[in-house]
Protein backbone atom coordinates (compact mmCIF):
# COMPACT_ATOMS: atom_id res chain seq x y z
CA UNK A 1 0.00 0.00 0.00
CA UNK A 2 1.49 3.09 -1.37
CA UNK A 3 1.64 6.46 1.38
CA UNK A 4 2.06 10.00 0.61
CA UNK A 5 4.81 11.33 2.48
CA UNK A 6 3.54 14.41 3.57
CA UNK A 7 0.90 12.39 5.46
CA UNK A 8 3.37 10.26 7.94
CA UNK A 9 5.44 13.75 7.90
CA UNK A 10 2.24 15.37 9.50
CA UNK A 11 1.83 12.77 11.97
CA UNK A 12 3.78 8.97 12.36
CA UNK A 13 0.44 7.81 13.89
CA UNK A 14 -0.61 7.55 10.22
CA UNK A 15 1.79 4.93 10.29
CA UNK A 16 -1.11 1.76 10.22
CA UNK A 17 1.10 -1.47 9.08
CA UNK A 18 3.63 -3.52 11.32
CA UNK A 19 6.00 -3.24 8.29
CA UNK A 20 6.94 -0.56 6.36
CA UNK A 21 9.26 0.43 3.15
CA UNK A 22 10.77 3.95 3.20
CA UNK A 23 12.73 4.69 -0.26
CA UNK A 24 14.37 7.36 -2.05
CA UNK A 25 16.65 10.08 -2.71
CA UNK A 26 15.76 12.51 0.79
CA UNK A 27 18.32 11.57 3.33
CA UNK A 28 17.26 13.97 6.06
CA UNK A 29 13.53 12.68 5.59
CA UNK A 30 14.19 9.47 6.63
CA UNK A 31 16.62 10.61 9.47
CA UNK A 32 13.59 12.25 10.85
CA UNK A 33 11.58 9.65 10.57
CA UNK A 34 13.37 7.14 12.26
CA UNK A 35 13.58 9.79 15.37
CA UNK A 36 9.55 10.00 15.36
CA UNK A 37 9.64 5.77 15.19
CA UNK A 38 11.74 6.20 18.24
CA UNK A 39 9.66 9.06 19.87
CA UNK A 40 6.43 7.39 19.14
CA UNK A 41 7.95 3.95 20.93
CA UNK A 42 9.38 5.77 23.78
CA UNK A 43 9.21 2.22 25.93
CA UNK A 44 10.12 0.20 23.42
CA UNK A 45 14.02 -1.49 22.72
CA UNK A 46 15.02 -0.60 19.27
CA UNK A 47 16.98 -2.37 17.13
CA UNK A 48 18.64 -1.65 14.36
CA UNK A 49 20.25 -3.84 11.20
CA UNK A 50 22.52 -3.15 8.28
CA UNK A 51 20.77 -5.36 5.25
CA UNK A 52 24.64 -6.90 4.56
CA UNK A 53 25.00 -8.19 8.16
CA UNK A 54 21.63 -8.90 8.87
CA UNK A 55 21.74 -11.50 5.49
CA UNK A 56 24.87 -12.94 6.53
CA UNK A 57 23.19 -13.81 10.14
CA UNK A 58 19.44 -14.50 8.89
CA UNK A 59 19.63 -16.66 12.10
CA UNK A 60 20.05 -14.42 14.45
CA UNK A 61 17.52 -12.07 13.34
CA UNK A 62 14.61 -14.59 13.09
CA UNK A 63 15.85 -15.82 16.36
CA UNK A 64 15.14 -11.90 17.86
CA UNK A 65 12.06 -10.91 15.77
CA UNK A 66 10.01 -14.55 16.02
CA UNK A 67 10.29 -15.78 19.23
CA UNK A 68 9.66 -12.88 21.51
CA UNK A 69 6.94 -14.50 23.79
CA UNK A 70 4.11 -12.28 25.31
CA UNK A 71 5.86 -10.83 28.63
CA UNK A 72 9.04 -9.50 26.70
CA UNK A 73 9.75 -5.54 25.87
CA UNK A 74 8.39 -4.38 22.85
CA UNK A 75 11.25 -4.19 20.47
CA UNK A 76 11.42 -2.10 17.15
CA UNK A 77 12.92 -3.30 14.48
CA UNK A 78 15.18 -1.05 11.72
CA UNK A 79 16.60 -2.10 8.45
CA UNK A 80 19.21 0.29 6.63
CA UNK A 81 20.31 0.26 3.01
CA UNK A 82 17.37 -2.37 1.31
CA UNK A 83 17.49 -3.50 -1.74
CA UNK A 84 15.63 -6.47 -3.52
CA UNK A 85 18.35 -8.79 -1.93
CA UNK A 86 16.41 -9.10 1.59
CA UNK A 87 12.84 -9.65 0.10
CA UNK A 88 12.95 -13.61 0.45
CA UNK A 89 13.36 -12.65 4.30
CA UNK A 90 10.19 -10.34 4.38
CA UNK A 91 7.86 -12.45 2.44
CA UNK A 92 9.01 -15.44 5.15
CA UNK A 93 8.45 -12.25 8.14
CA UNK A 94 5.01 -10.62 7.11
CA UNK A 95 3.74 -14.67 7.38
CA UNK A 96 4.84 -14.99 11.11
CA UNK A 97 4.13 -11.33 11.89
CA UNK A 98 2.69 -11.05 15.55
CA UNK A 99 3.12 -7.70 17.22
CA UNK A 100 6.20 -6.62 15.78
CA UNK A 101 7.09 -3.61 14.27
CA UNK A 102 9.34 -3.62 10.83
CA UNK A 103 10.72 -0.67 9.25
CA UNK A 104 13.40 -0.79 6.00
CA UNK A 105 15.08 2.26 4.56
CA UNK A 106 16.20 1.96 0.98
CA UNK A 107 18.29 4.88 -1.25
CA UNK A 108 16.27 4.75 -4.77
CA UNK A 109 14.24 1.86 -5.98
CA UNK A 110 12.98 1.91 -9.46
CA UNK A 111 10.06 1.03 -10.56
CA UNK A 112 11.22 -2.44 -11.76
CA UNK A 113 12.73 -3.53 -7.80
CA UNK A 114 11.08 -6.44 -6.97
CA UNK A 115 10.74 -5.39 -3.33
CA UNK A 116 9.12 -2.08 -4.11
CA UNK A 117 6.50 -3.68 -6.02
CA UNK A 118 6.09 -6.25 -3.30
CA UNK A 119 5.15 -3.08 -0.51
CA UNK A 120 3.31 -1.27 -3.28
CA UNK A 121 0.81 -4.18 -4.09
CA UNK A 122 0.21 -5.74 -0.40
CA UNK A 123 -2.36 -4.72 1.42
CA UNK A 124 -0.68 -5.62 4.61
CA UNK A 125 2.64 -3.67 4.11
CA UNK A 126 3.14 -0.07 3.84
CA UNK A 127 5.92 2.03 1.79
CA UNK A 128 6.55 5.18 1.09
CA UNK A 129 8.72 7.12 -1.62
CA UNK A 130 10.76 9.66 -0.07
CA UNK A 131 11.42 12.45 -3.02
CA UNK A 132 13.90 14.89 -2.74
CA UNK A 133 12.80 18.62 -1.26
CA UNK A 134 12.17 21.69 -3.17
CA UNK A 135 12.22 24.93 -2.21
CA UNK A 136 8.51 25.43 -1.61
CA UNK A 137 8.62 22.02 0.82
CA UNK A 138 11.70 23.75 2.54
CA UNK A 139 9.97 27.04 2.98
CA UNK A 140 6.75 25.18 4.69
CA UNK A 141 9.48 22.83 6.98
CA UNK A 142 10.78 26.76 7.79
CA UNK A 143 7.13 27.97 8.81
CA UNK A 144 6.41 25.09 10.63
CA UNK A 145 9.11 24.69 12.89
CA UNK A 146 9.39 28.67 13.33
CA UNK A 147 5.80 29.22 14.03
CA UNK A 148 5.90 30.28 17.04
CA UNK A 149 9.44 32.81 16.56
CA UNK A 150 8.64 36.64 16.26
CA UNK A 151 10.24 38.33 12.96
CA UNK A 152 9.61 35.25 10.81
CA UNK A 153 10.02 37.28 8.00
CA UNK A 154 9.55 36.09 4.06
CA UNK A 155 13.38 37.85 3.74
CA UNK A 156 14.27 35.91 7.05
CA UNK A 157 12.87 32.42 5.65
CA UNK A 158 14.61 33.10 2.22
CA UNK A 159 17.86 33.59 3.96
CA UNK A 160 17.67 30.26 5.65
CA UNK A 161 16.32 28.37 2.53
CA UNK A 162 19.01 29.27 0.58
CA UNK A 163 21.74 28.65 3.11
CA UNK A 164 20.55 25.33 3.44
CA UNK A 165 21.08 24.66 -0.11
CA UNK A 166 17.84 22.55 -0.39
CA UNK A 167 19.37 20.13 2.09
CA UNK A 168 17.11 18.76 4.99
CA UNK A 169 19.48 17.80 7.10
CA UNK A 170 21.69 21.16 7.01
CA UNK A 171 18.20 22.70 7.31
CA UNK A 172 17.52 21.51 10.28
CA UNK A 173 20.59 21.61 12.00
CA UNK A 174 20.29 25.49 11.37
CA UNK A 175 16.39 25.43 13.16
CA UNK A 176 18.33 23.77 15.80
CA UNK A 177 20.92 26.53 16.17
CA UNK A 178 18.16 29.33 15.38
CA UNK A 179 15.66 27.84 18.24
CA UNK A 180 19.11 27.87 20.69
CA UNK A 181 20.77 31.23 19.92
CA UNK A 182 16.86 33.23 19.64
CA UNK A 183 16.08 32.36 22.55
CA UNK A 184 13.12 34.76 23.28
CA UNK A 185 11.69 33.74 20.14
CA UNK A 186 12.31 36.94 18.29
CA UNK A 187 14.75 36.81 15.01
CA UNK A 188 16.60 39.61 13.62
CA UNK A 189 18.18 39.62 10.14
CA UNK A 190 21.38 40.61 10.81
CA UNK A 191 22.13 38.64 13.72
CA UNK A 192 20.17 35.42 11.88
CA UNK A 193 22.96 36.32 8.94
CA UNK A 194 25.97 36.06 11.35
CA UNK A 195 24.28 32.89 13.01
CA UNK A 196 24.54 30.96 9.43
CA UNK A 197 27.66 31.73 8.23
CA UNK A 198 29.44 29.18 10.30
CA UNK A 199 33.04 28.98 9.01
CA UNK A 200 33.23 25.57 11.23
CA UNK A 201 30.85 24.10 8.66
CA UNK A 202 32.50 25.20 5.22
CA UNK A 203 35.71 23.88 6.68
CA UNK A 204 34.28 20.39 7.55
CA UNK A 205 33.30 20.16 4.27
CA UNK A 206 36.62 20.70 2.68
CA UNK A 207 38.09 18.37 5.06
CA UNK A 208 35.46 15.46 3.87
CA UNK A 209 36.34 16.39 -0.04
CA UNK A 210 39.93 16.04 0.70
CA UNK A 211 39.16 12.34 2.21
CA UNK A 212 36.85 11.50 -0.37
CA UNK A 213 39.44 12.63 -2.62
CA UNK A 214 42.10 10.20 -1.17
CA UNK A 215 44.25 13.32 -0.67
CA UNK A 216 46.36 12.37 2.58
CA UNK A 217 48.65 15.85 2.90
CA UNK A 218 45.87 18.02 2.30
CA UNK A 219 43.44 15.34 4.78
CA UNK A 220 46.26 15.37 7.78
CA UNK A 221 46.79 19.07 7.44
CA UNK A 222 43.11 19.69 7.54
CA UNK A 223 42.77 17.77 10.17
CA UNK A 224 45.15 19.96 12.15
CA UNK A 225 43.37 23.05 11.30
CA UNK A 226 40.18 22.87 11.35
CA UNK A 227 37.66 22.77 14.38
CA UNK A 228 35.57 20.02 14.96
CA UNK A 229 32.45 21.19 17.49
CA UNK A 230 31.49 18.30 19.09
CA UNK A 231 28.06 18.85 19.49
CA UNK A 232 27.62 18.26 15.82
CA UNK A 233 29.02 15.23 15.23
CA UNK A 234 25.95 13.72 14.30
CA UNK A 235 25.25 16.62 11.63
CA UNK A 236 28.93 15.46 10.17
CA UNK A 237 28.01 11.95 9.88
CA UNK A 238 24.87 12.87 7.71
CA UNK A 239 27.04 15.08 5.80
CA UNK A 240 29.36 12.16 4.85
CA UNK A 241 26.62 9.96 4.57
CA UNK A 242 24.91 12.20 2.12
CA UNK A 243 27.88 12.33 -0.47
CA UNK A 244 28.12 8.69 0.02
CA UNK A 245 24.81 7.80 -1.49
CA UNK A 246 24.67 10.47 -3.64
CA UNK A 247 28.11 8.74 -5.06
CA UNK A 248 26.56 5.33 -4.96
CA UNK A 249 23.70 6.79 -7.46
CA UNK A 250 26.32 8.46 -9.54
CA UNK A 251 28.06 4.61 -9.88
CA UNK A 252 24.72 3.30 -10.61
CA UNK A 253 23.58 5.41 -13.25
CA UNK A 254 27.02 5.29 -14.74
CA UNK A 255 26.38 1.74 -15.72
CA UNK A 256 24.26 2.85 -18.67
CA UNK A 257 25.72 6.26 -19.82
CA UNK A 258 28.90 7.56 -18.87
CA UNK A 259 30.45 9.06 -15.66
CA UNK A 260 29.94 12.59 -16.93
CA UNK A 261 26.35 11.97 -18.00
CA UNK A 262 25.31 10.61 -14.59
CA UNK A 263 26.15 13.54 -13.20
CA UNK A 264 24.63 15.57 -15.45
CA UNK A 265 21.42 13.33 -14.92
CA UNK A 266 21.26 12.87 -11.10
CA UNK A 267 18.47 13.72 -9.32
CA UNK A 268 18.22 16.10 -7.27
CA UNK A 269 20.46 18.11 -9.82
CA UNK A 270 24.31 18.28 -8.86
CA UNK A 271 25.56 22.29 -8.47
CA UNK A 272 27.98 23.03 -11.36
CA UNK A 273 30.80 24.25 -9.05
CA UNK A 274 30.56 20.70 -7.49
CA UNK A 275 30.26 18.35 -10.09
CA UNK A 276 33.96 18.19 -10.73
CA UNK A 277 34.59 17.04 -6.89
CA UNK A 278 31.55 14.39 -7.80
CA UNK A 279 33.67 13.49 -10.81
CA UNK A 280 37.06 13.01 -8.81
CA UNK A 281 35.30 11.04 -6.44
CA UNK A 282 33.34 8.75 -8.38
CA UNK A 283 36.79 7.76 -10.30
CA UNK A 284 38.29 6.66 -6.45
CA UNK A 285 35.28 4.76 -5.12
CA UNK A 286 32.96 1.70 -6.11
CA UNK A 287 29.87 0.54 -4.27
CA UNK A 288 31.99 -1.74 -2.14
CA UNK A 289 34.27 0.84 -0.55
CA UNK A 290 30.71 3.04 -0.29
CA UNK A 291 29.32 0.25 1.84
CA UNK A 292 32.25 -0.47 3.90
CA UNK A 293 32.74 3.30 5.12
CA UNK A 294 28.31 3.24 5.21
CA UNK A 295 29.12 0.46 8.01
CA UNK A 296 31.54 2.98 9.85
CA UNK A 297 29.17 5.64 10.04
CA UNK A 298 26.69 4.01 11.18
CA UNK A 299 28.68 2.31 14.12
CA UNK A 300 30.05 5.32 14.89
CA UNK A 301 26.95 7.47 14.97
CA UNK A 302 25.49 4.46 17.29
CA UNK A 303 28.91 4.77 19.56
CA UNK A 304 28.37 8.91 19.77
CA UNK A 305 24.72 8.54 20.95
CA UNK A 306 25.28 5.36 23.45
CA UNK A 307 28.26 5.94 25.10
CA UNK A 308 28.69 9.12 26.85
CA UNK A 309 32.54 8.33 27.50
CA UNK A 310 33.45 8.09 24.06
CA UNK A 311 36.29 10.63 22.69
CA UNK A 312 33.97 11.87 20.04
CA UNK A 313 36.37 14.03 18.25
CA UNK A 314 38.68 11.22 18.41
CA UNK A 315 36.35 8.78 16.57
CA UNK A 316 35.38 11.39 13.94
CA UNK A 317 38.95 11.92 13.05
CA UNK A 318 39.50 8.32 12.52
CA UNK A 319 36.96 7.93 10.47
CA UNK A 320 38.03 10.58 8.20
CA UNK A 321 41.69 8.70 7.88
CA UNK A 322 39.90 5.52 6.88
CA UNK A 323 37.82 7.41 4.16
CA UNK A 324 41.15 8.81 3.47
CA UNK A 325 42.89 5.48 3.17
CA UNK A 326 39.97 3.23 1.71
CA UNK A 327 39.59 6.29 -1.03
CA UNK A 328 43.05 5.23 -2.40
CA UNK A 329 42.67 1.08 -1.82
CA UNK A 330 42.53 -0.42 -5.22
Known amino acids: ?14 LKENIFLFHGENFGFKEEIKDKIKEKNKNA ?16 FFNKFLNESLFDEKKIYIINNTNDKILDIIKNVELR ?17 KLRNHFEKSK ?20 NKLKDFKGLTPENINIITENCNLDRVKLNN ?12 KIGKEKLEELLDVKINDNFNLLKDSALNGNRIKTNKLLS ?13 AIINQRLNKLAEILKLSKNVNLEEAINIAKPPIFWKD ?36 KKNTLMKKLILDMCELANAS
Open 275 to 310: KTIFSVQARKWNTKKINEILKKTYYAEIEIKSNSMV
Open 97 to 113: LRDQELYLFSEILDRRS
Open 1 to 14: MIYKNYLIEENINN
Open 124 to 143: KLGTVACYADNELSIKKIIQ
Open 225 to 237: DTTIDEVQNIYYL
Open 174 to 185: ELNKIKTFFNEK
Open 45 to 60: KVINFIQDDLLKNQNI
